[in-house]
């Protein structure tokens, strides 16, 4: 059998087993969800797959998948609510809890959406309007569970923790976040996910930012070598508003993470800041994409790399400027670090820019540690292990410090900080 | 390498002895047949054109991995110092003040500072200093070159200006406590009061068992750190070696005078 028949009865046994969960026929959920009456599994002949190997999530038995969740380690004083706090974590039936397993207590300016208001990818259409959603997302969409639909309202910045641990093998998440963010409201959204068996998650976030609202968004993922992320998010942004991303990833077998982000009048800010620590034989793949659909938005990204042992890091940043984006001012930026001869960074801009009166600038480095910047170090008596060590961490500080302390607080990321780490917890 | 130090230093040992030394890079000979004896309790200068070799001797003695020896020798307390990697070198006690010191974004000149400092306590079988000790430490030392603390918050070396690196250059002496201390032109780029406080700063940390070797252009950084010996460097060698007086007389005359004159080293 090739790979490509053995992927696709892969997916019609998986396709099966969640729709018996979910009570509805395999094909109906699927194309209702997805808009696609075929579903069109990824081949290297397709460009935005062509370095991104599925293989790490089609190890899994889609027979024994299950649901099953363990409890995240909360760094000290993150897990307790506050009036401006909530901390949720995902329990093995897809429901969001607080840590201590009751039902959340909301602060003033988040509330609950009420389900019949929801309807998954009802943001997502939006923001990518006559393409196909990405593989996760479509994923995430045939496997039942309830989504976390929030409204956020009020100028007070309202801080929401979402972890998820998954420690049993054959876990299969796809938690779906619904946001929408009233005119001028702020939420400081953080993440952390982790696995440290084969096992996969498929985030699905829906955001929908109203006039001057801002999010920040702080998302830590790792996993193990057998661990696959599949990660896509929508974020749909009026004038004026402020998305700030910034994430960092590393361990997974395969992490493909898709950020997708409409300006839908232009004049919005857009920060995407991303690290991907690729070492052993882990493949992390980030195609981001950004629209401009009016005039005088900005976006300022940076993601870097660093790939080490027989680690493979894969950047596509799409920016998007058709005619009526005038004034658009984006930076893209993507740093690299190669560490191994067997390691290997693909990185490519992708501008699709056809306004005359804009400011795009994109840029992309690959580098290895300095020869120079070693030698210093070691003329100060420290080894070189910890000086090529140190350098790897000085590499990183730029999309670290941009972390939140509730994000900094997460062991795991202590563990990074002290890079190399091992992959398993 | 022992995790402690030989036994104690004493006035006039010899600490550094450079026999016959030849060392190239990428293809050029850059040292060829460098001779040079350092005792404890002498400063020594360095002086001689643009190119004559006097960095490239300093990372030879430090073990930058750019430059090969091809023949010639170096004992540090009579042991083979070549046989050492970089970083054994400068817990040994050699120190390197760079004539260009390297920026190093992301890395914590605090951080940077303390993992150094450690490395040196260590192998002296000190106790390491933690987070909060080294930190008094540190501000303490900072005195000596009256550096502002805000320093220890930036990225080593990221953004600071030529003087400002060279006083970072002399912190990190004063916290590495070496035997040996090879200073780079450490004068240059210094204002005039930097001059005084950096050089007041070396002879604060220059003790009767420890030694200095001064590479400097300049007769201005001599005038305040006297000299117990002066040498000419050309084309890889060293061509004179004098006193104060030698110093004196080049800052007058220009190399000129003693290029071509085979004057052999006393
Ligand atoms: N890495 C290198 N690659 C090629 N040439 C080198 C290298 N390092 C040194 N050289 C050459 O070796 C010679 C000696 O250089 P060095 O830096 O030792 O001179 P210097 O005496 O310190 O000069 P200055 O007074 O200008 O600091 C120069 O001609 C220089 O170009
Ligand atoms: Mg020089």
Redesign the pocket.
């Given at each position: 059998m090739s790979n490509a028949t053995q992927s696709q009865s892969w997916l019609d046994t998986l396709l099966q087993v969640l729709a018996q969960r979910s009570g509805q026929p395999a094909g109906q959920r699927a194309a209702q969800w997805a808009g696609a009456r075929d579903w069109c599994w990824p081949t290297p002949r397709n460009e935005a797959w062509r370095f991104t190997d599925l293989r790490c999530l089609t190890q899994l038995d889609p027979a024994r998948l299950h649901t099953r969740t363990a409890a995240p380690p909360w760094p000290h004083g993150l897990s307790q609510g506050s009036s401006r706090h909530v901390a949720l974590q995902l329990d093995g039936h897809g429901h969001w809890r607080a840590p201590q397993g009751e039902t959340p207590f909301w602060p003033h300016g988040l509330m609950p959406l009420p389900t019949e208001e929801t309807t998954p990818g009802q943001v997502a259409r939006t923001v990518i309007s006559s393409e196909t959603l990405p593989l996760g997302a479509q994923l995430n969409g045939v496997t039942p569970g309830p989504p976390l639909a929030l409204q956020v309202s009020g100028a007070d910045p309202v801080h929401l923790a979402l972890a998820i641990q998954m420690e049993q093998a054959q876990a299969w998440l796809a938690p779906r976040v619904l946001l929408v963010l009233q005119p001028g409201a702020r939420l400081c959204l953080s993440w952390h996910v982790a696995a440290t068996a084969q096992a996969a998650v498929l985030p699905m976030v829906e955001a929908r930012l109203g006039t001057g609202a801002q999010l920040e968004e702080a998302a830590i993922a790792w996993g193990c070598p057998g661990a696959t992320f599949l990660g896509s998010s929508f974020v749909h942004q009026s004038p004026r508003s402020v998305y700030r991303r910034t994430n960092v990833t590393w361990g997974w077998g395969l992490s493909r993470d898709e950020p997708f982000i409409r300006q839908a009048q232009g004049q919005a800010e857009t920060h995407l800041h991303g690290l991907a620590v690729a070492r052993g034989r882990s493949l992390l793949d980030t195609h981001s994409t950004v629209f401009f659909d009016g005039p005088a938005g900005q976006l300022r990204q940076c993601h870097q790399a660093l790939a080490d042992g027989r680690g493979h890091s894969v950047f596509n940043g799409r920016v998007v400027v058709p005619r009526v984006a005038q004034q658009t001012d984006a930076s893209q930026l993507s740093r690299n670090l190669l560490l191994s001869t067997r390691a290997r960074i693909d990185t490519k801009p992708q501008l699709e820019i056809v306004a005359d009166d804009v400011q795009c600038t994109h840029g992309a480095t690959v580098s290895c540690l300095q020869d120079d910047e070693l030698f210093y170090l070691q003329s100060r008596g420290i080894g070189r292990e910890q000086a090529s060590r140190l350098l790897q961490r000085g590499f990183c500080e730029d999309v670290l410090q941009r972390l939140p302390w509730a994000a900094l607080a997460w062991s795991s990321l202590q563990r990074l900080l002290e890079i190399p780490v091992p992959d398993q917890p | 390498m022992p995790a402690c130090e030989p036994s104690p230093v004493q006035t006039g040992d010899v600490l550094l002895s450079i026999e016959n030394l030849h060392a190239h890079?990428?293809g050029?000979e850059?040292l060829r047949g460098v001779s040079l004896r350092i005792r404890a309790g002498e400063i020594h200068a360095l002086m001689?054109?643009?190119?004559?070799?006097?960095?490239?001797?300093?990372?030879v003695i430090a073990g930058h991995p750019?430059?090969t020896v091809t023949a010639g020798a170096i004992h540090y307390r009579g042991q083979d110092l070549l046989a050492l990697s970089p970083e054994d070198r400068a817990r040994a006690g050699v120190f390197l003040g760079f004539?260009y010191p390297v920026e190093i974004p992301g890395v914590s000149n605090l951080e940077f500072l303390r993992v150094s400092c450690n490395a040196r306590r260590q192998h002296r079988g000190q106790e390491e200093l933690d987070t909060f000790a080294f930190e008094d430490h540190v501000r303490d030392t900072m005195a000596i070159v009256q550096m502002n603390p805000a320093f220890l918050e930036r990225s080593v070396n990221e953004g600071f200006s030529g003087g400002e690196k060279k006083r970072n250059e002399i912190l990190q002496m004063a916290l590495l406590e070496p035997l040996v201390a090879i200073l780079?032109?450490t004068d240059s780029g210094l204002d005039i009061d930097a001059l005084r406080i950096v050089a007041n700063g070396v002879k604060t940390l220059t003790l009767p068992t420890t030694a200095t070797l001064l590479?400097t252009?300049y007769q201005r950084l001599l005038d305040a750190i006297t000299p117990d010996f002066v040498h000419v460097?050309a084309e890889?060698r060293i061509l004179r070696t004098g006193d104060k007086d030698l110093a004196m007389a080049l800052e007058q005359r220009g190399y000129d005078w003693i290029d071509g004159a085979d004057t052999p080293q006393p």
């Open positions: - | 890079v990428e050029n850059i001689g054109r643009n190119g004559s070799g006097k960095s490239t001797l300093s990372k750019a430059y004539q780079d032109e590479i252009h460097m890889g």
